[in-house]
């Protein structure tokens, strides 16, 4: 899969896209094809041991989904929501947490798993949070990031493309909470935006 740019599967059979979107980036199969090889990569990483899988809300819940339906190690679940001050479309680094895990991390296999890695600051954030708890590892899985706004080193273990500095919709991610469950990941049209296009 290219690193930048659009994707020469979009838009493919099946997925005529949503009226909103202007440009698909990354198609649904291209999507499900590199979650098949990253889900194996996972597979072989932590035979003979028990992964937790931790979502964060809301963005990851399908990536979260469409993986752990591809993994034959034992896996659990879980789920944390953050909170990031700053405008609509950007983070400040300032994070807070909305809802924490249910299970105790200590000892645990734990891959934490994101839609996007923006400028990094909610996973580095995260990654300093659950690695104080105690884990016997921690890794990130991301299958999205912008490699133009990322502001942290981050050692993302699991990286599915990269995208470029443009707002992004689609497999989670959303614009006012649209969007979300479109199977690839687009750009929306100027209009649906109105006056106030947000920035990258
Ligand atoms: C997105 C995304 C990451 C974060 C990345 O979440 O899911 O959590 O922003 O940005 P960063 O790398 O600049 O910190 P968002 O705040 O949009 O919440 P959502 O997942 O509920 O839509």
Same mark, same amino acid.
């Given at each position: 899969?290219?690193?930048?740019?659009?994707?020469? =599967?979009?838009?493919?059979?099946?997925?005529?896209?949503? &009226?909103?979107?202007?440009?698909?980036?990354?198609?649904?199969?291209?999507?499900?094809?590199?979650?098949? /090889?990253?889900?194996?990569? $996972?597979?072989?990483?932590?035979?003979?041991?028990?992964?937790?899988?931790?979502? *964060?809300? =809301?963005? /990851?819940?399908?990536?979260?989904? &469409?993986?752990? @339906?591809?993994?034959?190690?034992?896996?659990?679940?879980?789920?944390? /929501?953050?909170? !990031?001050?700053?405008?609509?479309?950007?983070? !400040?680094? *300032?994070?807070?947490?909305? =809802? &924490?895990? &249910?299970?105790?991390?200590?000892?645990?296999? *734990?891959?934490?798993?994101?839609?996007? +890695?923006?400028?990094?600051?909610?996973?580095? %954030?995260?990654? @300093?949070?659950?690695?104080?708890? #105690?884990?016997?590892? *921690?890794? $990130?899985?991301?299958?999205? !990031? =912008?490699?133009?706004?990322?502001?942290?080193?981050?050692? $993302?273990?699991?990286?599915?493309?990269?995208?470029?500095? +443009?707002?992004? +919709?689609? %497999?989670?991610?959303?614009?006012?909470?649209?969007?979300?469950?479109?199977? %690839? +990941? #687009?750009?929306?049209?100027? /209009?649906? %935006?109105?006056?106030?296009?947000?920035?990258?």
């Amino acid at each position: 899969m290219t690193a930048t740019g659009c994707d020469r =599967k979009a838009g493919g059979v099946g997925e005529s896209p949503h &009226d909103d979107i202007e440009q698909v980036l990354i198609s649904g199969e291209s999507i499900q094809e590199r979650l098949s /090889a990253l889900a194996e990569e $996972i597979n072989r990483d932590y035979a003979g041991r028990e992964l937790l899988l931790v979502g *964060v809300l =809301k963005g /990851a819940f399908i990536l979260m989904a &469409d993986l752990a @339906r591809r993994l034959q190690i034992p896996v659990e679940f879980d789920f944390m /929501a953050v909170s !990031s001050y700053g405008s609509a479309t950007q983070t !400040s680094g *300032v994070v807070r947490i909305i =809802k &924490d895990l &249910d299970l105790d991390i200590a000892d645990r296999h *734990v891959l934490l798993v994101e839609d996007i +890695v923006d400028s990094g600051l909610t996973v580095n %954030y995260l990654l @300093r949070n659950l690695r104080a708890r #105690g884990p016997a590892s *921690v890794e $990130i899985m991301a299958l999205l !990031s =912008k490699p133009d706004q990322i502001r942290v080193e981050l050692p $993302i273990r699991y990286h599915g493309f990269a995208v470029p500095n +443009v707002f992004v +919709v689609g %497999y989670g991610l959303d614009y006012e909470e649209q969007y979300r469950n479109l199977p %690839y +990941v #687009g750009t929306l049209r100027d /209009a649906v %935006y109105g006056s106030a296009r947000p920035r990258p």
